[in-house]
């Protein structure tokens, strides 16, 4: 009863804390970057990822404002999407950050909000983005043009190939058109026909040719949200094809990638062909696998990954991008503000209820709160060795990072887990099998 009252304490006070982090970052925002796609929290200026802006943060951070019920935050986000967003310029954009920051954020915000201007923006960009899967093989170009449907660089990547089912369903289902479920569904199995004989696949693909170039087999940079829409198209529409996939996929990779050590278990990186090891990297990037697997039911698993997850954030006071977890020696030092240890600490703690997942959130958000602050907002460390930062606050901070940082704390009641399926970019979508 005590030990139920200490931690209903914590919890209150945690999340107060982590909306006041949230508004710091919003003010700073709205006062120095207002209409730029994201603020440099240093030198205390705008900055946007193209030509002009598409408003970025205000559309990635819309639905954490209403989870963290941040009302009126909620409101001006929602005046400056309306008032200056349009996709229609004559900019290549990057396909797979432009559909999970937006076409993610417009189709969450559609859906807790009800304003179907959010709808139709979601829509107008859908039908922008489509040309990019016109290749020889269905798996799209990186880069696609906003007005001409022009397109760019072949060399791709699962990740940037195979995470459009989630966001392309919901336009299936909100248009009634099949052609965006139908084109991403095609494109993810375009690259699970070519995984290799033991079920791996690579970091590399041409998208031309469908041939792999770089054959390193991993679960964190350009692969991971290639496995996590396979598991989560099922769970949002039901996908059996995509269940069955992503079984096969998780079992190679327990096979091959998965490692237990003293410190916790962790994932390697091989040769997708033979399973051999060629690198003993680990990242912030891979420590969402915890969370997969504690939602796909390998429980066990998860919460050994997630030992490992916590303990090169501790070993590191801050974890950082890509460390060598037999030496414990770094290979890429900083931290771009990545929500991936807190996310899978949110899955952990949502299905074992186990007090430890309170405490290793907690640890981890007093650390961002209290060591990426700055005057205007939040910024990324360059390295964690030497806590020098760097002058970049991404939008995932909003929508990611803070969101599950919040919702390890929140009332369950706040968010539902049997009715919501989370994108890779943090925003709910409704289960509408
Ligand atoms: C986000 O944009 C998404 O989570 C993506 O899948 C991976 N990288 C960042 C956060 O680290």
């Given at each position: 009863m005590q030990a139920q009252h200490l931690s209903n304490e914590v919890k209150k006070v945690q999340c107060d804390a982590i909306i006041e982090a949230c508004r710091h970052a919003w003010n700073g925002y709205k006062q120095y970057a207002s209409g730029y796609d994201a603020l440099m929290p240093i030198s205390k200026k705008g900055q946007n990822w193209y030509s002009s802006s598409l408003l970025m943060t205000p559309v990635d951070a819309f639905d954490s404002f209403y989870l963290l019920k941040m009302k009126a935050e909620a409101d001006e986000a929602k005046k400056m999407i309306?008032?200056?967003?349009?996709?229609?310029?004559?900019?290549?954009?990057?396909?797979?950050?432009v559909s999970i920051r937006f076409l993610g954020g417009l189709l969450s915000s559609y859906e807790l909000d009800g304003d179907p201007r959010f709808l139709n923006l979601a829509r107008d960009l859908g039908k922008r983005l489509l040309p990019a899967f016109n290749s020889p093989t269905g798996m799209p170009y990186r880069y696609v043009n906003l007005q001409t449907g022009k397109t760019r660089d072949p060399l791709s990547n699962p990740a940037e190939i195979g995470t459009y089912l989630l966001e392309f369903g919901k336009l299936t289902q909100y248009t009634g058109d099949s052609i965006y479920y139908r084109t991403a569904k095609k494109a993810s199995?375009?690259?699970?026909?070519?995984?290799?004989?033991?079920?791996?696949?690579?970091t590399v693909i041409d998208v031309n040719t469908g041939t792999w170039v770089n054959t390193e087999s991993?679960?964190?940079?350009?692969?991971?949200?290639?496995y996590e829409y396979l598991y989560k198209a099922w769970l949002l529409f039901g996908d059996k094809e995509c269940k069955a996939a992503w079984e096969t996929?998780?079992?190679?990779?327990?096979?091959?990638?998965?490692?237990?050590?003293?410190?916790?278990?962790f994932f390697t990186r091989v040769d997708m062909n033979t399973g051999k090891e060629r690198q003993p990297l680990y990242g912030a990037l891979d420590a969402f696998y915890a969370g997969i697997l504690a939602l796909s039911g390998n429980l066990a698993l998860a919460e050994n990954i997630q030992q490992g997850n916590t303990y090169m954030w501790v070993k590191f006071h801050l974890e950082p991008e890509e460390f060598n977890f037999r030496n414990d020696s770094l290979t890429a030092a900083g931290y771009p503000l990545r929500p991936e240890n807190l996310e899978s600490c949110f899955y952990l703690y949502r299905i074992t209820k186990d007090e430890q997942y309170l405490r290793m959130g907690k640890r981890m958000t007093d650390d961002i709160l209290s060591k990426c602050r700055t005057a205007a907002g939040f910024a990324a460390v360059k390295d964690v060795r030497t806590m020098e930062m760097e002058d970049s606050m991404e939008s995932f901070f909003f929508a990611e990072t803070l969101k599950y940082a919040y919702l390890i704390f929140a009332p369950e009641s706040n968010l539902d887990l049997n009715k919501i399926v989370f994108t890779t970019e943090a925003h709910p979508l409704k289960i509408a099998r």
């Open positions: 309306f008032q200056g967003l349009s996709f229609d310029k004559d900019m290549d954009v990057q396909l797979f950050e199995f375009e690259v699970f026909k070519r995984r290799s004989k033991i079920g791996l696949v690579g991993q679960i964190g940079a350009r692969i991971d949200s290639y996929s998780n079992d190679a990779i327990i096979k091959y990638l998965y490692v237990k050590t003293s410190k916790g278990a």
